[in-house]
């Protein structure tokens, strides 16, 4: 079989793929439409991840995370990282949240990281932590002229630095 040949046959294997590719993403920003909610568990252990479906430019939003404990023990020297794009402007936290570091990230943006043992989190319980954001009145950086979307990322992490598992969604941004 020569060349052209079996690139007439490759050709509507491509196509086929390239459109299974554009099905998923539609089906994504559908379910994104009204802002991205993403949950993945780890142990007894369930990370979520909410952000606003769309944000303009000046507007600001909150993301939430939230930990649950399903297990009948208390988790000791975990953290929960979220990561934005390092562009994304950040409120600092409010009296009485809990304490947060934050640090660039090279190639992923900005990493806030949130120690979850003190306080404690209880079997059943879940705990709530809100990050307010904002996108900047100028276009970020690589921006298209109209809807562009961002990856934001979350993170439960042991005390050696590993993930334990990992959630994302997409903020689109007007």
């Known amino acids: 079989m020569n060349r052209s040949a079996r690139q007439i046959l490759l050709l509507p294997l ?6 299974a590719c554009e099905v998923v993403d539609q089906v994504r920003d559908r379910a994104n439409a009204d802002g991205g ?4 568990t780890a142990g007894g252990l369930t990370l ?5 479906g769309m944000l303009r ?9 939230s930990l649950t404990n399903h297990g009948d023990s208390v988790p000791r020297n975990v953290r929960l990282d ?9 409120a600092p936290p409010r009296p009485g949240d809990r304490e947060v570091t934050m640090a660039a990230e090279e190639g992923e943006g900005t990493r806030f990281s949130y120690r979850m043992d003190e306080p404690a989190i209880g079997p059943g319980e879940t705990q709530i932590l809100e990050q307010r954001v904002r996108v900047p009145m100028e276009s970020p950086p690589a921006a298209a002229a109209s809807v562009s979307r961002r990856l934001i990322r979350a993170r439960l ?18």
């Open 157 to 174: 992490v042991n005390a050696q630095g590993q993930t334990l598992t990992e959630v994302q969604s997409e903020l689109t941004l007007d």
């Open 57 to 65: 430019a000046g507007a600001e939003g909150t993301v939430r995370l």
């Open 82 to 90: 979220l990561i934005v794009p390092g562009w994304m402007e950040l």
């Open 37 to 40: 909610e993403a949950s993945a």
């Open 48 to 52: 979520a991840l909410q952000i606003p």
């Open 14 to 19: 491509v196509l086929a793929t390239v459109s």
